[in-house]
């Protein structure tokens, strides 16, 4: 099988309106997209094909504090669908929460997803998954299919001290659902998201460990850029020109 690559057009900063013509350009076929109104899909979805450009996985809100969650997400789970995708990148945090209520919720969202064949797949943040221990205790909690985590290989080291990103990514590697790629400088909360390739992380391994337990993607780049620097537009496309060479170089792409 092949891996499969996307970008989130904010890899562009604020250049995000050339994503899909430059993407097209270099070879990526796949996004990851905030979910639009429903009126906007339709729309949205006329401007990707006109690139030839599908959307792998939309992004979207997730309030756990919310109880009325489950029914109140049934529109993104529907949009997502209606897209043509089929995970849902959130970012969620339980605050003082009960665990064993957060777990619930997530559970009833997993029931919602599943009933339109998408997943939500949660981000490396804190508090629910900061590293490979906390994400792991997170989905034995949830125990739901339709409930993964996205694995982000730079957030890890941003959000943690003194780890190793693939060894931690190991321990929860059967609950991963997608994946950002991003680099990092490995500092602890240090922002130095440079082009794949040029810091830390270990995309061959990263590849390996994942191809090898039957996970082919989305592979989602996510470059977040260095603290204090001014990109001009042609810095920010060869920042993601450079991120898909090395990835070529690398062996993983078809």
Same mark, same amino acid.
């Given at each position: 099988?092949?891996n499969?690559?996307?970008?989130?057009?904010?890899?562009?900063?604020?250049?995000e309106?050339?994503?899909?013509?430059?993407?097209?350009?270099?070879?990526?076929?796949?996004?990851?997209?905030?979910?639009?109104?429903?009126?906007?899909?339709?729309?949205?979805?006329?401007a990707?094909?006109?690139?030839?450009?599908?959307?792998?996985?939309?992004? #979207?809100?997730?309030n &756990?504090?919310?109880?009325n &969650?489950?029914?109140?997400?049934?529109?993104? #789970?529907?949009?997502?669908?209606?897209?043509?995708?089929?995970?849902?990148?959130?970012s969620?945090?339980?605050?003082?929460?009960?665990?064993t209520?957060?777990?619930?919720?997530?559970?009833?969202?997993?029931?919602?997803c599943?009933?339109?064949?998408?997943?939500?797949?949660?981000?490396?943040?804190?508090?629910?998954?900061?590293?490979?221990?906390?994400?792991?205790r997170?989905?034995?909690?949830?125990?739901h299919?339709? &409930?993964?985590?996205? /694995?982000?290989?730079?957030?890890?080291y941003?959000?943690?001290?003194?780890?190793?990103?693939?060894?931690?990514?190991?321990?929860?590697?059967?609950? &991963?659902?997608?994946?950002?790629?991003?680099?990092?400088?490995?500092?602890f909360k240090? /922002?130095?998201?440079p082009?794949?390739g040029?810091?830390?992380?270990?995309?061959?391994?990263?590849y390996?460990?994942?191809?090898?337990k039957?996970?082919?993607?989305?592979?989602?780049?996510?470059?977040?850029?260095?603290?204090?620097?001014?990109?001009?537009?042609?810095? #920010?496309?060869?920042?993601?020109?450079t991120?898909?060479?090395?990835?070529?170089?690398?062996?993983?792409?078809?």
């Amino acid at each position: 099988m092949q891996n499969l690559l996307a970008c989130r057009p904010a890899s562009y900063r604020q250049y995000e309106n050339l994503a899909f013509a430059h993407l097209a350009e270099i070879g990526v076929k796949h996004v990851e997209v905030a979910i639009p109104a429903v009126d906007e899909i339709p729309g949205t979805l006329d401007a990707l094909k006109q690139h030839g450009i599908t959307v792998s996985s939309t992004q #979207a809100d997730l309030n &756990i504090h919310n109880p009325n &969650i489950a029914r109140d997400f049934a529109a993104v #789970a529907e949009g997502t669908r209606k897209m043509g995708a089929k995970h849902i990148f959130v970012s969620v945090k339980a605050d003082d929460m009960d665990r064993t209520t957060a777990y619930g919720r997530l559970r009833a969202v997993g029931e919602t997803c599943a009933r339109h064949d998408v997943t939500v797949v949660m981000e490396t943040h804190p508090d629910l998954i900061t590293n490979g221990d906390v994400a792991r205790r997170t989905m034995e909690g949830v125990d739901h299919p339709n &409930i993964r985590v996205n /694995w982000d290989t730079a957030n890890v080291y941003y959000y943690n001290e003194g780890i190793d990103g693939v060894e931690e990514m190991r321990k929860v590697i059967d609950f &991963i659902g997608a994946v950002h790629l991003k680099d990092t400088s490995g500092g602890f909360k240090t /922002w130095y998201f440079p082009a794949l390739g040029e810091g830390v992380v270990d995309f061959p391994r990263v590849y390996r460990e994942l191809n090898a337990k039957g996970f082919y993607g989305p592979f989602t780049m996510e470059l977040e850029g260095i603290e204090g620097e001014n990109l001009t537009e042609e810095g #920010a496309k060869e920042r993601v020109a450079t991120s898909v060479r090395y990835l070529r170089g690398i062996g993983v792409l078809g």
